[in-house]
């Protein structure tokens, strides 16, 4: 498996400091050049300049994934393992195995009332995991009657990928706030580099957007491993989106 580092050029401090977070892991790195928009180079009316940027950026990262042979890792240049190294290696190693399109591995602790409500939808997809494992020990009459229920079928799929991947959970159909580290298989790669055209959504919105589509196999770590270095400052996340007068409403 490969890294693909996302890095602006002349960045060099971002960059060598991503890779030595990096290195624990002993993967080869790949650097994929990011990419800086200015008004006649946006070719988005609905987003800022840094926004389309880091989109395309993304797809560049994608284009690269597509083309591989296996699946890939894409990091943004401001990571930081908070997660033992050890654990992420099983994860990225046993990711094929689950066979699934893409697993965020880290994402933004977002503000209190929404921590509440994610913590508390983990807390819930944790109890259906035990009564899954629970219902898998009864007769198999009991089994095929409650296997209908659609809920229980997610269910089952979580504990199943959770299994693959020796973690103790994750969530389906779920993409939070943060591009930051990434898991995507080659042939997801190839649909999602031709999607968002022309860019509407910002990176993590745009995927946050399609997983609760529930068209791909879309998942999160239950726990993030990987976060953002908050010293790192970013235009993003202050100014994501044009005013009504910069595109004519």
Not at 82 to 89: E, F, Q, S
Not at 112 to 127: A, E, G
Not at 170 to 183: C, I, K
Not at 184 to 204: G, H, Q, W
Request: glycine share 4%.
């Amino acid at each position: 498996m490969e890294i693909l580092l996302i890095s602006l050029e002349g960045r060099d401090d971002r960059r060598n400091a991503a890779e030595s977070v990096l290195s624990v892991l002993d993967l080869p790195i790949v650097w994929i050049p990011g990419v800086t928009c200015d008004e006649s180079s946006n070719p988005s009316n609905f987003v800022t300049n840094e926004v389309a940027g880091c989109w395309l950026a993304h797809v560049k990262a994608l284009n690269y994934a597509a083309s591989s042979s296996r699946s890939v890792l894409i990091v943004e240049d401001d990571l930081l393992l908070t997660g033992k190294p050890k654990k992420l290696l099983q994860i990225l190693r046993k990711f094929e195995e689950a066979e699934i399109d893409l697993l965020q591995l880290g994402f933004v602790e977002s503000d209190y009332p929404q921590t509440i409500l994610r913590k508390f939808r983990s807390i819930i997809n944790y109890m259906e995991s035990v009564f899954v494992v629970i219902c898998l020990r009864c007769p198999p009459r009991f089994i095929l009657g409650i296997s209908k229920r659609v809920r229980f079928q997610e269910a089952r799929n979580r504990v199943v990928v959770a299994k693959k991947l020796g973690t103790s959970q994750v969530v389906n159909d779920n993409f939070l706030a943060g591009t930051h580290a990434y898991l995507v298989t080659p042939k997801f790669a190839s649909i999602l580099k031709e999607m968002n055209s022309p860019i509407v959504f910002s990176a993590d919105q745009f995927l946050m957007s399609l997983s609760a589509m529930r068209t791909f196999q879309i998942y999160r770590l239950g726990k993030s491993i990987v976060t953002q270095n908050l010293n790192s400052k970013s235009d993003i996340a202050r100014n994501r989106f044009l005013g009504r007068a910069n595109h004519g409403l």
